[in-house]
């Protein structure tokens, strides 16, 4: 039989420039909970955990060494949370990182919304609640607020973390611009600092390479990948020309419901064909499945601290958090999926052009220059 040590499938990582320890997987809480008839198909997918299936996930996850969970308020109307807050009283408090998040309404309230000091205060005070705990690791922002000052928000998070009801603050979501200018003003104001971005990453979306992620590399912010397999698109589990059973995941259920608005109308073209050939063919010489490259090629970026991973099953659970450690993707085969996935707008203007005047510009009193290098 494996010891505990011989099957832990995770490192841990700081998480930014903290000082906060995290496993290299997280584990999303989004599939936890369901809303029958939800006008967000993934709430009502089939394949959402009820709370004792969650609750199996969420002790696989520790037993494999994963210390690190991330859920927001918005969840499933709160579901997602409870169900780790009755798990979370189980368990040890302290041993476990929690991360969740702030920003969108979770009633038809004209002050249940956005990043306002007053809906702030009550999305923290309502997530302690439900998630049992007296204290929130890490507190995200879920996306901008163009209506609320941003030194009002500020403040505010501030506030929370110095009353100790947050221990670390995190964005998601976020423009570059935006990103940078939370950074600045935390410093000009002396508040506490953002640790974390967490922002949708993966082989099929790397647009945040070009800005947001220049901003996390040199203010010290580490990045959290969401849905690092594009919602299953980078499992290969879906066939180009097989009918795809409704049963079989989030994106089947979804299409069976919406058809051509669907995510995979929108999604499934031409481009994501090449790309999925050549992550399936670096899986098959290196005897792995298309979602363990998918996710190690992310791990393999130095702007990534940890990936939150989604899993419907233990089964998927398990592929998933095999690649936290023990296998590494080789240098010539990270360069054919870098090329294979190159975002379009990474040889558009302003970007080209700003390589091209940098690169030689080397100063070693200066840090490294900031140029996206893909
Ligand atoms: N900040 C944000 O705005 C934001 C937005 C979205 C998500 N998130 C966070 O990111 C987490 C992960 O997002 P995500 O669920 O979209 O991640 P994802 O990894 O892109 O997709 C996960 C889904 O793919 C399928 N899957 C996963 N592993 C598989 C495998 N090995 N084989 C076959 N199918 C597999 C499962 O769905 P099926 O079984 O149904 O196919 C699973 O729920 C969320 O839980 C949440 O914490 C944050």
Request: aromatic share 8%; with cysteine; charged share 25%.
């Amino acid at each position: 039989m494996e010891s505990e040590k011989e099957q832990c499938k995770v490192e841990y990582t700081h998480l930014g420039k903290s000082g906060l320890k995290v496993s290299n997987i997280c584990l999303g809480a989004m599939t936890f909970g369901k809303i029958e008839e939800s006008p967000m198909a993934i709430f009502s997918c089939p394949t959402q955990a009820d709370e004792e299936k969650a609750h199996g996930i969420m002790d696989r996850f520790v037993e494999l060494g994963g210390n690190f969970i991330d859920t927001a308020n918005i969840y499933c109307r709160g579901q997602s949370e409870h169900i780790v807050g009755t798990w979370l009283k189980k368990k040890s408090r302290d041993n476990v990182v929690v991360a969740t998040k702030c920003r969108f309404s979770m009633s038809t309230e004209p002050n249940d919304q956005g990043l306002s000091r007053r809906h702030i205060i009550k999305c923290c005070e309502d997530s302690l609640e439900r998630l049992q705990t007296d204290y929130i690791d890490l507190y995200q922002t879920h996306m901008w607020d163009d209506a609320t000052p941003i030194e009002e928000t500020l403040r505010t998070l501030d506030d929370l973390v110095r009353c100790g009801k947050i221990r670390y603050l995190g964005v998601s979501n976020l423009l570059g611009w935006q990103t940078q200018k939370v950074v600045d003003y935390t410093k000009f104001m002396g508040l506490a600092g953002f640790i974390s971005m967490q922002q949708q990453y993966n082989l099929l979306t790397r647009h945040p390479e070009l800005e947001e992620f220049q901003v996390c590399k040199t203010e010290g912010l580490g990045v959290l990948p969401w849905s690092p397999l594009r919602s299953g698109m980078l499992t290969g589990k879906y066939k180009r020309d097989e009918k795809m059973d409704p049963k079989s995941g989030r994106l089947a259920y979804d299409f069976e419901k919406n058809s051509q608005a669907s995510y995979w109308t929108k999604y499934a073209k031409d481009t994501y064909w090449d790309i999925m050939a050549v992550v399936e063919k670096v899986a098959k010489t290196n005897g792995k499945t298309a979602a363990q490259v998918a996710l190690r090629w992310l791990l393999q970026k130095d702007v990534v601290s940890s990936i939150i991973i989604g899993a419907t099953s233990i089964k998927q659970l398990e592929e998933n958090m095999s690649v936290g450690t023990g296998w590494c993707i080789s240098k010539e085969d990270m360069e054919t999926l870098d090329e294979a996935s190159k975002p379009e707008s990474a040889s558009s203007y302003p970007y080209e052009m700003s390589r091209f005047g940098n690169t030689s510009r080397v100063n070693r009193f200066n840090p490294k220059p900031v140029v996206a290098n893909i």
